[in-house]
């Protein structure tokens, strides 16, 4: 696993996860700003008060719900590459894209939600920010991992040009402006992968 691991999953209460799971549901779909701790309250059934007493503030919750989606994320990708463990180092790079592709049809119809989140959250010292910033970190540094076990030359290098084709596959999927944003991406993985290791 690369540096900057994702946390262990805290316990939560029940009311804590019923509070997280209707706040990243909302921040999702309406947008973090949009959003205040009045309408998670509603629609969590709880009061404010409760809220606050198990997050502390909106943007803790605002982490929080960064941080489940990051475990989340992680663990998909690890996940679904692990099952090709026999396979073609090269191939394990490719079966990113093909868990991208798989991801962003279940839980990305708006975009990207970190990329989405940094939108909305432009200062460096946000929890929620830093969540961002680790997750992205994360991703670039998995793609040099496998990139070089698959042989590059320069595993950094490639490792950037496939977290760019990953992050802009990610964004143009969700704003329906390129067909089969991740198939394509892939091809161009496919096509840096054959000039960094050949």
Not at 23 to 37: K, N, P, S
Not at 96 to 103: C, E, M, R
Request: hydrophobic share 40%.
């Amino acid at each position: 696993m690369t540096q900057e691991a994702a946390r262990e999953p805290e316990t939560l209460t029940p009311g804590a996860r019923k509070i997280l799971d209707t706040a990243a549901g909302l921040f999702y779909e309406r947008g973090i700003t949009a959003v205040g701790v009045d309408l998670i309250a509603r629609e969590a059934g709880v009061t404010k008060k409760t809220l606050y007493d198990r997050f502390g503030s909106k943007d803790a919750l605002v982490a929080a719900y960064l941080r489940e989606r990051d475990e989340r994320w992680r663990d998909w990708l690890t996940g679904q590459v692990g099952l090709r463990g026999d396979a073609d180092p090269g191939e394990r790079v490719l079966a990113t894209f093909d868990a991208l592709a798989a991801w962003v049809r279940r839980e990305n119809p708006r975009g990207c939600g970190f990329v989405n989140a940094a939108a909305e959250l432009p200062d460096p010292g946000h929890p929620g920010r830093q969540v961002i910033m680790g997750q992205k970190r994360w991703l670039r540094g998995y793609l040099r991992e496998l990139a070089a076990a698959a042989g590059a030359r320069e595993p950094g290098r490639l490792a950037d040009e496939l977290v760019l084709l990953h992050e802009g596959a990610t964004v143009l999927n969700g704003l329906g402006i390129v067909d089969d944003a991740v198939a394509r991406a892939r091809d161009l993985a496919a096509a840096a992968l054959d000039r960094g290791t050949g």
